[in-house]
């Protein structure tokens, strides 16, 4: 049986010139490309009158109204609206490639390659260390008058057994030709940034840049907390998305791989669907965390800044004075 394939970081299938393309870049585009297509062709269905909407109009009307009110709910409808695509369009993506690991074929075809193939610039920097570690030890070994073989004799025979071993094609590794994008910290990394990013944008131009250091200052002695809490979402955000998706990668392959070895009437079909359910609703739940909290940090981040508090303070203004007026105070 062929055991799981279980590797953190994302592996490089080929190269364009100095840049690698790994299998998470490789389904990151795949999902990019299906998204454009599905919203395009969703784009000319949509109409003001349901009846003619059809089926798939109607599912993705359905979502749009979903996030639209989400994001109006929390933010207000001028704020929300204004940061509706980006929500939207982190909800989306991420849902979309959360949900692709449970595609067939997405981490279970592979190609054979070499280590040096998949982890080049490692394996460069281990034969770096191993040279020095071979002089080092031929040094030492020069100065050893009690035996007859030197260390790095031994040293040298022991890394050319394991190169003729590397091409004798005996330490092939299976890589995944398609991973999912959120199983890669780097993905994950790039839109905790994002949003990082549009948090300090809007925040500046709600308040400018002087409101924006004040409101993190007040009172000041928590400017330093706030600079830190700032930065740590990144963090946060990005570790919590990758850590929860590629644990399911590995819950799925270490399932697939019991169910296969049981063989016993229909637990090889039921014992991973109990899994794939899980997966299902922890990919959802990710995906609206993650654009939940960023659009949360996005409404602090504005607050008491925006035309829509000024229009609420307007309306209570208003109806205190016809309040007022109606009681002749």
């Keep these: 049986m062929q055991?799981?394939?279980?590797?953190?970081?994302?592996?490089?299938?080929?190269?364009?010139?100095?840049?690698?393309?790994?299998?998470?870049f490789f389904m990151m585009i795949i999902v990019m490309t299906a998204l454009l297509i599905v919203f395009r062709i969703a784009s000319r269905r949509i109409t003001t009158d349901p009846s003619k909407a059809g089926r798939f109009g109607s599912a993705i009307e359905l979502i749009i109204e979903f996030l639209l009110n989400l994001v109006e709910t929390t933010g207000g409808k001028k704020l929300g609206r204004s940061i509706f695509p980006l929500i939207s369009g982190l909800f989306i993506f991420i849902i979309v490639s959360n949900f692709t690991g449970l595609l067939p074929g997405v981490g279970s075809i592979y190609v054979d390659k070499t280590p040096d193939a998949v982890h080049e610039d490692a394996?460069?920097?281990?034969?770096?260390?191993?040279?020095?570690?071979?002089?080092?030890?031929?040094?030492?070994?020069?100065?050893?008058?009690?035996?007859?073989?030197?260390a790095g004799d031994e040293a040298l025979e022991i890394v050319a057994t394991e190169h003729v071993a590397d091409e004798d094609g005996h330490h092939e590794v299976h890589v995944p030709i398609m991973r999912p994008p959120t199983a890669d910290l780097n993905m994950t990394l790039?839109?905790?940034?994002?949003?990082?990013?549009?948090?300090?944008?809007?925040?500046?131009?709600?308040?400018?840049?002087?409101?924006?250091l004040k409101h993190m200052a007040n009172p000041p002695f928590i400017f330093p907390i706030e600079v830190i809490?700032?930065?740590?979402?990144?963090?946060?955000?990005?570790?919590?998305?990758?850590?929860?998706?590629?644990?399911?990668?590995?819950?799925?392959?270490?399932?697939?791989?019991?169910?296969n070895s049981v063989k016993i009437a229909v637990v090889p079909l039921l014992f991973p669907v109990v899994f794939l359910g899980l997966e299902t609703l922890f990919g959802t739940i990710q995906a609206l965390v993650f654009s939940l909290l960023t659009l949360i940090y996005i409404t602090l981040a504005a607050a008491h800044g925006h035309d829509d508090h000024d229009e609420a303070h307007a309306h209570d203004a208003h109806g205190e004075a016809a309040k007022s007026a109606a009681t002749g105070d």
């Design 3 to 24: 055991p799981p394939h279980i590797e953190l970081g994302a592996e490089t299938l080929f190269k364009i010139g100095p840049i690698p393309i790994t299998n998470s």
């Design 229 to 259: 809490s700032e930065f740590s979402r990144i963090i946060s955000l990005a570790a919590r998305l990758f850590g929860n998706v590629f644990a399911g990668e590995v819950l799925l392959g270490v399932a697939y791989a019991i169910a």
């Design 190 to 212: 790039a839109m905790s940034t994002i949003a990082f990013c549009a948090v300090q944008f809007f925040g500046v131009r709600a308040h400018g840049v002087g409101g924006r």
């Design 123 to 150: 394996d460069t920097h281990a034969t770096d260390t191993d040279e020095h570690a071979i002089a080092t030890a031929a040094v030492a070994g020069s100065t050893d008058e009690h035996t007859g073989a030197t």
